[in-house]
């Protein structure tokens, strides 16, 4: 038992510690926490804080959980075009790049392009487009002409194609 005691009384002083142990006099109530700690309070803010984080959480669940098929089928019939809108969003962002790459490549001088503003007009079947872009770019000469380029293509969840291109003004 004296070695546990003098193992104790080591450890509170220190490993590398070379004063002799003193026998504690303090009673111990909870041998966890040290006598000198400060005393830890339940504070209510903590508690506003977990109320604050775990309302919007719970109201999703409970939204979830109390709504009928048809607003449950409504729901994801919303979701699946809102997807198709970001599809198609996406699509139609690639088919201005390649508009744009494809009318630089024709161009004498491919450096001096400079895309102007692109139109996005509804074309005669669902889900087609007609596309207008202006464009200034130099000429042989070295002066700036205005063009312009038009292109009909194809943007749905399905496909996402360029389909014809044409230079009418240049």
């Known amino acids: 038992m004296s070695a546990l005691k003098s193992f104790k009384e080591g450890f509170k002083q220190g490993y590398n510690s070379n004063k ?3 026998p504690s006099t303090k009673t111990v109530k909870n041998p ?14 903590y508690a506003f804080i977990a109320l604050i984080i775990a309302l919007p959480i719970s109201s999703v ?3 979830q959980l109390s ?5 449950r089928s409504a729901r994801i019939a919303l979701e699946q075009q809102q997807e198709a809108e970001r599809i198609v969003s996406r699509c ?6 390649s508009m744009k790459w494809e009318t630089k490549q024709r161009l004498r001088d491919p450096d001096s392009f400079e895309a102007g503003r692109i ?25 700036m002409n205005v063009g312009m380029t038009v292109a009909s293509a194809t943007a749905s969840k ?13």
Not at 32 to 45: G, I, N, S, T, W
Not at 119 to 134: A, I, S
């Open 61 to 63: 669940i409970v939204s």
């Open 20 to 22: 002799p142990s003193k």
């Open 67 to 71: 709504e009928t098929p048809q607003e």
């Open 158 to 170: 399905d496909t996402c194609a360029l389909d014809t291109i044409n230079f009418p003004i240049s």
């Open 32 to 45: 966890v926490v040290p006598p000198d700690a400060p005393k830890r309070k339940f504070k209510k803010r």
């Open 119 to 143: 139109l996005w007009l509804d074309g005669k079947k669902k889900d087609t487009y007609e596309l207008v872009m202006n464009y200034r770019a130099r000429n042989g000469f070295g002066g």
């Open 92 to 97: 139609k962002s690639s088919l201005e790049f």
